[in-house]
């Protein structure tokens, strides 16, 4: 039985920003798109930061848009757990009672919002590319691309609160930050005891998490390729440019789940995107839409990649390329 | 320990075979070529795998419609020991809250488990919340998004494939392990006991009574989360300029239109 909520008790748009030391980028990007929504819902925007020893991340979350911070600093809260920060959250949310609460749709932030949302029996959305609010009802409107990205479907919970949705790295852009911008860092003291971390982290390696999403240009390949990218790490180098790929890839194991492109992995926002090999599957497609320019590589006339390209070339891209880039080479060497 | 596995899975439609039918604005999946939902095959690959090295039981546990049903033999022939399905008009329209109370309760119904395997999301939706809310519900550990699972003693281990990192997490059973697609190469089934399974009704089918569920903990009615609105992407009006000429003439014309995008 769902509990009855007195819905207008809950106050407030909450966006949880992970953070390794900074902020992960994807928590730039929900401050810049939680401020526009508090804004119109006429409600205040809080950010969450869960850690250890974290330092000055509220000011920076407040640069960056937030009313108010929630710090909570606690030894055992250092590294992410599932029991520990679903805990705190679940302990901060009874107390305060926000209307809304955003979450990266990144690993960690998919892992705990899909917990809170049974502890707190709530609604959640799952990877929001849109988001609105309709402000006569304070209801949060999530658009989560459904089968092929080209279709949106249009989310809303309308008992059970906070109302939830995980979004989409990389959609999002972040404000300027702001460093005459006001804020209150609250910081709150939460009893944690080690046992009621039921995970031990045995191993846990320190690479940074590059977001493909937030890149500036990319290169994204397709099946095309063969899962051969020598080459296209050669160009990637040359462009500084970030590498991204299809799902067959990804399902092939050519590539990580983090760089798959498309409705069902990342959207990307760079100013440049260069398309090889990928022959244009809808579902694909809609991860270019915010893309600048679009250039296109395929053997194939028909491909419908081109349809959604700036810049179509015909032709092989292992001809193509190394050519290319001993070109692109020369030019760069002459602007040094 | 032998553990006592239990597989949760789903039959997908393929998506690049669903469209939305522009009228009724509901999904058509008519035409559309079901499959097992990948990363599940993936899941039931772990578990027939510590199955092999430490004996034990797999039950798999999936709610779904009827057609649900030959697909759960292909699996049994795969080498899992027996299959639940849940399956009733009552679990339509369910969102993730719902779908991970049912196969909670399906999992305490069996009388005892260890870990509980699943795929990191389904195919069709993509949310990926089913796996820690049946933690929730169950209130056991959860390791989401591995591609290696171990298990020591009453003790999972499991590494999380974060990208471009990982970490390793243990935990003491029972516990909840959700694992990514294409992380290991799943057997074929043996088609003797795909018949077996087909003639004799290895799957067993439960309701929401038998689960002693009522109607509004389960499917639309137990759901929080409800479509407000299906409607088409906007589309991206792009210029399509083809380079012409030679290869030699479109990589100069292809090099001057990336020129502006390099930095020194």
Redesign the interface.
């Known amino acids: 039985m769902k509990p009855e909520w007195p819905e207008d008790a809950h106050r407030g748009l909450w966006v949880y920003l992970e953070q390794q030391g900074t902020l992960l980028p994807v928590g730039h990007e929900l401050l810049g798109k939680g401020r526009e929504l508090a804004d119109e819902l006429g409600e205040s925007l809080t950010a969450i930061i869960l850690g250890h020893g974290i330092g000055d991340l509220g000011r920076e979350a407040i640069r960056y848009g937030a009313d108010e911070v929630l710090v909570v600093d606690h030894p055992l809260l250092e590294g992410y757990t599932t029991d520990g920060h679903a805990k705190v959250m679940a302990q901060l949310i009874e107390e305060r009672k926000p209307n809304i609460l955003l979450f990266g749709a990144t690993y960690d932030g998919r892992d705990l919002a899909g917990r809170l949302a049974v502890r707190l029996s709530t609604g959640l959305t799952a990877n929001a590319t849109r988001l609105e609010v309709d402000r006569e009802k304070g209801l949060l409107l999530s658009a989560v691309p459904g089968f092929g990205g080209s279709i949106l479907a249009i989310i809303k919970s309308e008992h059970g609160r906070p109302q939830m949705s995980t979004v989409r790295p990389g959609i999002f852009a972040p404000l300027e930050p702001d460093d005459t911008r006001k804020g209150q860092i609250e910081t709150v003291a939460v009893d944690l005891r080690p046992e009621e971390i039921r995970c031990r982290v045995v191993e846990r390696s320190v690479l940074p998490r590059e977001e493909i999403g937030s890149a500036e240009r990319t290169l994204v390949a397709g099946m095309g390729t063969g899962g051969d990218l020598a080459l296209l790490e050669e160009l990637a180098s040359l462009l500084e440019a970030s590498i991204g790929v299809t799902r067959p890839l990804v399902d092939n194991g050519v590539a990580g789940r983090e760089r798959q492109v498309g409705s069902t992995g990342v959207s990307l926002r760079s100013k440049l995107a260069i398309v090889l090999g990928a022959s244009g599957a809808s579902h694909f497609v809609s991860g270019l839409r915010d893309v600048g320019t679009v250039v296109a590589i395929n053997t194939d006339e028909n491909a419908p990649i081109f349809d959604e390209a700036d810049v179509c070339v015909i032709g092989d891209l292992f001809e193509l390329l190394p050519p290319l880039i001993e070109r692109l080479e020369k030019a760069k060497m002459g602007m040094a | 320990m032998t553990p006592r596995i239990v597989v949760s899975l789903k039959v997908v439609?393929k998506?690049?075979e669903?469209?939305?039918n522009p009228e009724t604005r509901t999904?058509d999946r008519a035409g559309a070529e079901n499959v097992l939902n990948?990363p599940d095959k993936n899941a039931l690959e772990v578990a027939l795998g510590l199955k092999d090295t430490h004996g034990g039981t797999v039950t798999l546990v999936s709610m779904g419609p009827p057609l649900f049903k030959d697909y759960l033999e292909l699996c049994l022939g795969m080498g899992a020991d027996q299959a639940i399905l849940l399956s009733d008009r009552l679990f339509a329209g369910a969102?993730?809250?719902p779908t991970?109370?049912t196969l909670a309760r399906a999992i305490q119904k069996l009388g005892g488990y260890d870990l509980v395997i699943c795929g990191e999301?389904s195919?069709?939706?993509?949310?990926?919340?089913?796996?820690?809310?049946l933690?929730?519900?169950l209130g056991?550990?959860?390791?989401?998004?591995v591609d290696e699972v171990r298990v020591q003693g009453d003790t999972v281990?499991a590494r999380?494939?974060?990208?471009?990192?990982?970490?390793?997490?243990?935990?003491?059973m029972p516990a909840v392990v959700s694992v990514?697609?294409?992380s290991n190469e799943p057997r074929f089934p043996d088609f003797d006991r795909v018949e077996a399974a087909a003639k004799s009704g290895w799957v067993k089918v439960w309701t929401a009574a038998e689960l002693g569920l009522?109607d509004?903990?389960v499917g639309l009615k137990?759901?929080?989360?409800?479509?407000?609105?299906?409607?088409?992407?906007e589309p991206?009006e792009?210029?399509?300029?083809?380079?012409q000429g030679s290869?030699?003439e479109?990589?100069?014309a292809?090099?001057e239109?990336?020129?502006p995008?390099?930095?020194?």
């Open positions: 439609p998506p690049e669903v469209s939305l999904l990948p969102d993730t809250y991970s109370l999301e195919a069709d939706a993509s949310t990926g919340q089913v796996p820690p809310g933690a929730e519900w056991v550990p959860q390791i989401t998004f281990i999380r494939a974060l990208g471009s990192s990982y970490e390793v997490l243990e935990a003491e990514v697609v294409g009522r509004d903990e137990g759901s929080y989360t409800i479509v407000h609105d299906l409607v088409e992407g991206v792009r210029k399509r300029h083809f380079l290869l030699e479109k990589i100069r292809l090099a239109a990336l020129e995008f390099l930095r020194p």
